[in-house]
């Protein structure tokens, strides 16, 4: 087929039609799991839409959020263009790797390097390269002219990275006594399945792109969906937030000025006129101390008791 959907091209005879029909263009298209197109919410072509029944993104192909990557993966946005992508929680880890990139000939687009293909595809180069399966990372997979992939291979702590280097070199010479003189890794896929013929023509690489580094531990740019979909959320409710810390303090201010400082003037008040009291006290202690004489009275003479004993002039003694 031509790749382009029955209902916008009117060619009946297009396999990737995506009405349950022949149809043209006055038809309804409908979205699928396996129409070769992005759409609807599929975050890559034919994958990561759990809401129509399409199944979870493999490593290395696209995803806006890892709700769309399937197990032990989670989705990351690579630092080298900012792609986000499916790739396992491992990749940051330290260690040696030898990376690749490399291209499938033939007749695949992108999303077909799953299933089977992707199977043979990682059984045969961990092969080559004598390491196990799981060791092998596929970073990213997009279609150019065909399907152009980045891979990591973990290398063990037994091997040399040269040793691993060389036998990914050696998968991807192309040797004139296979088939077509397809490389060595295509043949030994077209091996496993015969059927392959038709869409594997040759897997090759720049022998300057497979390369031994060693990786320091790296922390993943996880994208988190609530961060990526709900930003402006989050600003918003940072924006309530701080509205609602400023008034908060307005009404401390406001008690503080109305209550606490008159309170303490009142505090000040009460403890002035303990202290005036206090010392009106010391001074009516003081002068009864003192006994003043009392103006109109005669001065005492030593008697009985205090008393005159004899009258003085001008005091009757009563009778």
């Known amino acids: ?21 022949e149809c043209a263009c006055n038809a309804t298209c409908v979205a699928s799991c396996s129409d070769g197109i992005l759409n609807a919410d599929e975050s ?31 989705c990351a946005r690579r630092s080298s263009d900012q792609a986000k ?9 330290a260690g040696r790797y030898v ?18 293909l992707r199977q043979l595809f990682i059984k045969w180069l961990a092969w080559f390269a004598r390491v196990d399966p799981g060791r092998c990372n596929v970073r990213r997979a997009r279609t150019t002219n065909s399907i152009a992939v980045e891979l990591a291979v973990a290398v063990p702590d037994d091997m040399d990275s040269s040793d691993v280097q060389a036998g990914m070199q ?18 030994a896929m077209q091996h496993d399945d015969p059927d392959l013929a038709d869409e594997v ?21 996880i994208v988190d969906e609530d961060t990526e979909e709900s930003s402006n959320d989050n600003v918003f ?29 009142r505090e000040t008040a009460v403890r ?9 006290r010391v001074d009516i202690a003081a002068a009864h101390h003192q006994q003043p004489a009392v103006v109109g009275l005669p001065p005492m003479s030593p008697g009985h008791h205090g008393m005159p004993m004899h009258p003085q002039p001008g005091y009757p003694m009563g009778g």
């Not at 992508?85 to 880890?93: A, D, L, W, Y």
């Not at 990376?99 to 089977?116: D, E, N, P, Q, Y």
């Not at 023509?201 to 990786?215: E, F, H, K, N, Y």
């Not at 002035?272 to 009106?280: G, I, N």
């Open 1 to 21: 087929g031509d790749k382009t959907p029955d209902c916008k091209d009117q060619c009946p005879g297009d396999p990737l039609k995506i009405a349950p029909t």
């Open 44 to 74: 890559d072509v034919d994958c990561g839409h759990t809401n129509n029944g399409c199944s979870l993104c493999d490593s290395g192909f696209l995803c806006t959020s890892s709700q769309n990557c399937g197990a032990g993966l989670v």
């Open 85 to 93: 992508v499916c790739i396992p929680r491992t990749s940051g880890k």
């Open 99 to 116: 990376t690749v990139r490399l291209t499938i000939h033939g007749s695949l687009v992108h999303f077909r390097f799953r299933g089977r």
């Open 170 to 187: 050696g998968a991807m010479v192309t040797n004139s006594s296979n088939v077509g003189g397809m490389s060595n890794l295509a043949a």
């Open 201 to 221: 023509t040759s897997i090759t690489a720049d022998p300057a792109s497979i390369t031994a580094v060693t990786q320091a531990e790296t922390e993943l740019d």
């Open 237 to 265: 409710t940072l924006v309530i937030v701080l509205v609602v810390l400023v008034s908060i303090v307005a009404i401390i201010a406001s008690v503080v000025v109305f209550w606490y400082l008159p309170k303490k003037h």
């Open 272 to 280: 002035q006129a303990v202290v005036d009291e206090h010392k009106a």
